[in-house]
């Protein structure tokens, strides 16, 4: 009895560690004692000890320190299962920085990439050498409908495949399933995904269903025609006999504010209908993407090359102009006032300016026209990642409440140095849920907030040892001060880490304690 409670009070410091000689014969590699266990599954919280042993849970329940490694003092902070972000986009900087901090510091343990179509098209490829480097986070990936276009089809996009060149992308996404991919994503804003017809995502989307796949997607329209494309999403994930996830689920458009109460009632009656589908969300109301956005969709068939010939030619140039202007007027804005540069690599010190203030710097005039122009000159310098603030809050908050809503980033890989000045969502997100939604706006419960990054994303996308505090689950956990959690990331100074996550613990190894990296590279290629 003396010894336990000496051992207890001694916890106080942030890990005690065995002898080596002792640390052979232990039961535990690590135990965290006295925690509030939120188990992932929306139960209330438990105060309990959690051990672990070999990456995975080992057990649950009141344990003895004397039979651990290392113990870690949890007492008076939550402790949840690692974050899964099912919307990421790491493919481009996961191998640059395979620590991935900027996800790890929000307590985010595991990831799905290759979301908007975009992905690698060989993913067992990727998947070894990734692995191989080492990584610090789990990934899984979707294969990508933009990917497998542009590989499966000769020529130009701007038709219907043939039937030998829709066999090839399906022998494509055949080959990613096999290989581990977690389902098919589209991105129908995107050139070439945009060309493509329903019939061929319907097509595509069945392939991966038939390896019990998710169908993600970035949908036609988000903003004016939100509901006419919810509805495509629908029929191709009914048609193709596949599980839905509307990725950054939103209404981009000022002129539809408030549209979410009906898109929400669309997925409601879906699911009473008896179709599986789920939305993701990142809690901003701002969006990001690259500057082609802004552009007509035409502008891009042939690549580079006829951009550059298309907007060379003064009345081509001019009717690009007059488009820009017409798609943000229909969204409901004036002028581009909306559109900031996040990264514009051809001069930084652009970054974090709307196009409209650019426009009066550097042409030193303001009329829309002007802002348009100022926008071609961008794209034509080699483009720019841009933050769009085009939703409301009101709608972001309504999102969020459902049940069938999971927590997403849409964010990559970042490095916390440079110039560039990305979307806060990739250093705050999750922090931001669980200290302005759930602690100051009490807008959802502690349990339900931590089932939607959670279990429901493992539930979503088949990662059946994630998502859960149970013993053989796999030991990715995070530990917090729910009185002190909070994203610090804003828009003009983004890369800011959150405050509050303690320990963040990858397949039964620590990664970040006391916030800051231990760097451990224990994550893992999670395949189908």
């Known amino acids: 009895m003396f010894l336990r409670i000496f051992l207890s009070l001694i916890l106080i410091i942030p890990g005690l560690f065995l002898p080596a000689e002792d640390a052979a014969q232990a039961r535990f590699?690590?135990?965290?004692?006295?925690?509030?266990?939120?188990?992932?599954?929306?139960?209330?919280?438990?105060?309990?000890?959690?051990?672990?042993?070999?990456?995975r849970i080992a057990a649950i329940g009141k344990l003895d320190p004397v039979d651990a490694v290392r113990t870690i003092n949890a007492r008076g902070h939550i402790v949840a299962p690692g974050f899964i972000d099912v919307h990421t986009h790491i493919e481009g900087g996961i191998s640059s920085f395979p620590e991935a901090e900027n996800f790890l510091q929000m307590g985010v343990t595991s990831v799905v990439t290759g979301n908007c179509g975009s992905s690698v098209v060989n993913i067992g490829e990727w998947m070894r050498t990734i692995s191989g480097h080492g990584i610090s986070i789990n990934v899984a990936t979707l294969v990508g409908h933009n990917a497998v276009r542009r590989a499966g089809m000769n020529g130009d996009f701007d038709r219907a495949p043939t039937d030998e060149e829709l066999q090839r992308m399906r022998s494509l996404v055949d080959a990613a399933m096999r290989d581990g991919a977690v389902g098919f994503s589209s991105g129908l804003e995107y050139i070439p995904g945009t060309y493509a017809n329903t019939d061929e995502l319907v097509a595509l989307a069945r392939v991966a269903a038939s390896y019990g796949g998710v169908y993600a997607t970035h949908m036609r329209n988000e903003g004016l025609d939100v509901e006419k494309s919810i509805r495509e999403s629908l029929m191709i994930g009914e048609q193709a006999g596949c599980p839905v996830d509307i990725s950054h689920f939103k209404v981009s458009s000022r002129k539809r504010w408030g549209a979410s109460s009906a898109t929400i009632r669309m997925i409601e009656d879906a699911r009473a209908k008896g179709q599986q589908v789920t939305i993701d969300q990142y809690l901003y109301s701002a969006a990001s993407t690259g500057i082609g956005i802004l552009f007509p969709s035409w502008l891009f068939e042939g690549g580079n090359e006829k951009v550059r010939e298309r907007l060379s030619d003064g009345p081509t140039r001019a009717r690009v102009r007059r488009e820009i202007l017409e798609k943000a007027g229909r969204e409901g804005f004036a002028d581009l006032s909306f559109a900031v540069v996040a990264n514009h690599r051809a001069d930084t010190s652009l970054n974090g300016k709307s196009i409209a203030a650019i426009s009066a710097q550097v042409r030193g005039k303001f009329a829309p026209d002007d802002q348009a122009e100022t926008a071609i000159d961008i794209l034509l310098k080699g483009g720019a990642q841009m933050v769009l603030h085009k939703m409301s809050e009101q709608d972001v908050a309504s999102i969020i409440r459902q049940p069938f809503t999971m927590v997403a980033s849409d964010a990559g890989v970042y490095d916390i140095g440079g110039d560039s000045l990305p979307h806060p969502r990739g250093f705050g997100n999750n922090a931001r849920v669980l200290g302005r939604y759930v602690r100051e706006q009490k807008l959802i419960g502690l349990e339900d907030a931590i089932r939607k990054m959670t279990s429901l994303p493992a539930q979503t996308f088949n990662l059946w040892d994630r998502g859960l505090l149970r013993p053989g689950m796999a030991a990715d956990i995070v530990v917090f001060d729910q009185d002190r959690i909070s994203d610090r990331a804003t828009f003009e100074d983004p890369k800011k880490y959150p405050v509050g996550i303690e320990y963040v613990i990858v397949n039964g190894s620590i990664a970040i304690e006391k916030g800051k990296h231990t760097g451990i590279r224990s994550g893992a290629v999670l395949r189908r």
Do not use: F
């Open 29 to 55: 590699d690590l135990l965290i004692m006295g925690g509030r266990i939120v188990d992932g599954a929306g139960n209330p919280w438990i105060e309990s000890d959690l051990a672990i042993k070999d990456g």
